[in-house]
């Protein structure tokens, strides 16, 4: 397959500017951008998504370009239901920094700020060089615009659009870039820049937009829905991200598959043939979470996830490292323990049973393991030393319910 063939196989072509662009992007050499504005500190597995797009352009022979809003940041961009909440110039920067050394890091694109070249232009400036090329009538017909009319949109949000426009004409002049590529929820603006670029010099530049990785019902993955999956390991361990990936739905798994990962066409086709026949082996979601974990941080990760989870499901956790154990209590209900404790009150505390009752009745039918062994002793009483590593109480009932206790 060609280039932009592998990408449509994939599912990752939405909107295409122009059929010209095809051939470009299976002959390579284009200067491309994608953009983010630094609204957290870690980037999240919708990113992962985009980004992985930009990788593969790369090598194809294409020059990826990673902008970091720290200008358009400090506006935002329109939301469907209501303003974001402004961030503060301290708090953009922060993620700014943050974000610009985890891109490095992980994909080693260049990165650029917005800021660095609208800091400067002056408000009379702005409406000359740039809002004068912008019909009232056109920005209005803009999807992001239209969702928000009836509910009502701020003049700062709606100068978004120019301030996006504005990007792609900057990094057309200095740079030579000629493709622009975002997710599909931010069409309007990209191709407001072409139209930028069109009026101010004559030039035809390209874009397209990718699908946003979204969830069974047709909902994001993301902050502002609560759901995110960060690509920063301190704020999402690779054994939660190892989790996340091994209970995707069942009817999603194949086409995050063709999103995030780097896997063959005919790798992808054997997985699937695999979970059509086989679901319940999981080796397309194992495949899915051995891929991604490991591009972003490394098989020693993906091991210890895949480690991790396999003693709790099978219960023999007494061989996990302190580091393991901590990952491990991150994906299950915890509480703070000061003091020594009944494990029938215990059990009822942490509501892995709902009664001393039902707490004596799982002991005595062998129901209840701590720290990876069974305990049949009614009486037992939970205490430091008992603990491992003198901190960790883990408390299973039954093959899949959890809890940890935590001495301080």
């Not at 992007?25 to 953009?35: A, H, K, S, W």
């Not at 949000?157 to 493709?179: G, P, R, V």
């Not at 991200?241 to 995707?248: A, K, T």
């Amino acid at each position: 397959m060609t280039v932009y063939e592998d990408l449509v196989w994939r599912g990752l072509i939405n909107d295409v500017s122009s059929p010209d662009l095809i051939e470009k992007i299976n002959q390579g050499g284009l200067t491309f951008y994608i953009g983010t504005d630094p609204t957290g500190d870690s980037m999240h597995i919708g990113h992962y998504s985009s980004f992985s797009v930009a990788k593969r352009l790369k090598e194809a022979g294409h020059h990826p370009i990673l902008l970091v809003g720290g200008a358009t940041g400090l506006i935002g961009d329109p939301k469907p239901s209501a303003e974001r909440p402004m961030i503060t110039k301290e708090t953009l920067n922060y993620n700014y920094q943050k974000l610009r050394s985890q891109i490095e890091n992980i994909f080693g694109f260049e990165v650029v700020n917005n800021y660095d070249w609208c800091k400067d232009i002056n408000f009379i400036d702005y409406l000359r060089d740039y809002g004068k090329y912008f019909n009232l009538n056109y920005m209005l017909a803009k999807e992001t615009v239209k969702s928000r009319l009836d509910i009502g949109i701020t003049y700062t949000e709606f100068s978004y659009m120019i301030m996006q426009a504005l990007d792609y004409l900057h990094l057309f002049e200095t740079k030579n870039c000629t493709l622009q590529i975002g997710g599909q929820d931010q069409w309007g603006n990209i191709t407001s820049g072409i139209e930028l670029i069109r009026k101010k010099t004559g030039k035809e530049v390209y874009a397209f937009t990718m699908p946003l990785l979204t969830k069974a019902d047709g909902t994001k993955f993301g902050k502002s829905e609560g759901n995110a999956i960060w690509l920063d390991k301190e704020k999402t361990t690779p054994y939660e991200m190892y989790q996340f990936f091994l209970n995707v739905e069942d009817e999603k798994v194949i086409d995050y598959l063709k999103y995030l990962t780097f896997l063959s066409k005919e790798e992808i086709d054997a997985l699937a043939h695999s979970h059509e026949i086989e679901p319940h082996l999981r080796k397309a979601h194992k495949a899915l979470a051995k891929d991604v974990i490991t591009f972003l941080h490394g098989s020693e990760a993906y091991h210890q996830a895949e480690k991790i989870s396999e003693a709790l499901f099978s219960g023999d956790i007494e061989n996990l490292s302190k580091e393991e154990i901590e990952q491990a209590v991150k994906g299950i209900p915890t509480m703070e323990l000061s003091n020594e404790i009944s494990l029938v009150d215990l059990l009822v505390d942490s509501t892995l049973c709902s009664s001393k009752r039902e707490s004596r009745e799982m002991i005595s039918q062998g129901s209840i393991t701590l720290n990876g062994k069974k305990v049949i002793d009614d009486t037992f009483l939970v205490t430091k030393d008992k603990a491992m590593y003198n901190q960790y109480v883990i408390l299973r009932r039954g093959k899949k319910k959890y809890f940890c206790g935590i001495f301080q």
